[in-house]
């Protein structure tokens, strides 16, 4: 079955550290996204890229940082200049960067320890 | 900013009834789109309306857009336990090659046995 696959479910950072957060996509999508969500909130654009080896800021990317070097794979790190990481992160993937539906992924829990 | 707002914030209604809920935007939209979330998992594309089209439906969702007040309603007929989840409205508007889509924060929605 075509999905995205976010890894891990549940993640704990301590202070200081950078991690990774995994997303992998098997439906051929051009285009990626990274939402943060906090309780209560709306999803909020961390990074997006529309091509292989391109990527754009989103509307809260400090702190963050992306890559994507394949098709399939839009991994993102959450450095230690991120003061306030303790969040549910989205991935999502969509046919085209405009006029289509998002596909989602389960969703990664971080937590600062 | 968060374009779109859903309104109420929260709905519980009984099982067989109706369940509408309302979105409005401020800004020019290219298409709107509505995601279901259940709890702790990713979001779930319902529905996407165009802003030439005024209503699509999809199963039991009837979804209306009305560019002129700037807002959109989601109708589920005859609800069920499992329609339980929280509900997004989001607004995609894009110019050449860039597109924004931008998630409202919510509706709870509790549909009673």
């Known amino acids: 079955d075509g999905g995205i696959t976010q890894s891990p479910k549940y993640l704990f950072r301590k202070e200081g550290q950078n991690v990774t957060l995994s997303c992998e996509q098997n439906?051929?999508?051009?285009?990626m996204y990274w939402y943060r969500q906090d309780p209560g909130q709306g999803l909020r654009l961390i990074y997006y890229?529309?091509?292989?080896?391109?990527?754009q800021k989103g509307d809260i990317a400090e702190g963050y940082s992306v890559s994507r070097e394949k098709k399939e794979s839009f991994p993102l790190t959450v450095t230690s200049a991120q003061k306030n990481p303790t969040a549910f992160y989205l991935c999502?993937?969509?046919?085209?960067?405009?006029?289509?539906?998002?596909?989602f992924g389960s969703g990664t829990r971080l937590t600062v320890v | 900013s968060q374009q779109g707002e859903e309104d109420p914030q929260a709905l519980s209604i009984q099982e067989g009834e109706n369940a509408t809920m309302n979105c409005s935007y401020k800004?020019?939209?290219?298409?709107l789109q509505w995601y279901r979330q259940n709890s702790g998992r990713g979001l779930v594309h319902l529905i996407l309306i165009r802003s030439n089209e005024r209503e699509k439906h999809s199963g039991r969702l009837r979804v209306t857009l009305d560019t002129s007040k700037k807002s959109s309603s989601l109708l589920i007929t005859a609800s069920r336990a499992a329609d339980t989840a929280s509900y997004f409205c989001?607004?995609?508007?894009?110019?050449?090659?860039?597109?924004?889509?931008?998630f409202g924060k919510g509706i709870t929605l509790s549909v009673r046995p």
């Open positions: 989001a607004t995609e508007y894009y110019t050449g090659a860039n597109s924004k889509l931008t």
């Open positions: 800004t020019s939209i290219n298409n």
């Open positions: 999502a993937s969509s046919i085209s960067h405009q006029g289509a539906g998002y596909t």
């Open positions: 439906l051929n999508h051009d285009a």
């Open positions: 890229s529309q091509i292989v080896n391109d990527f």
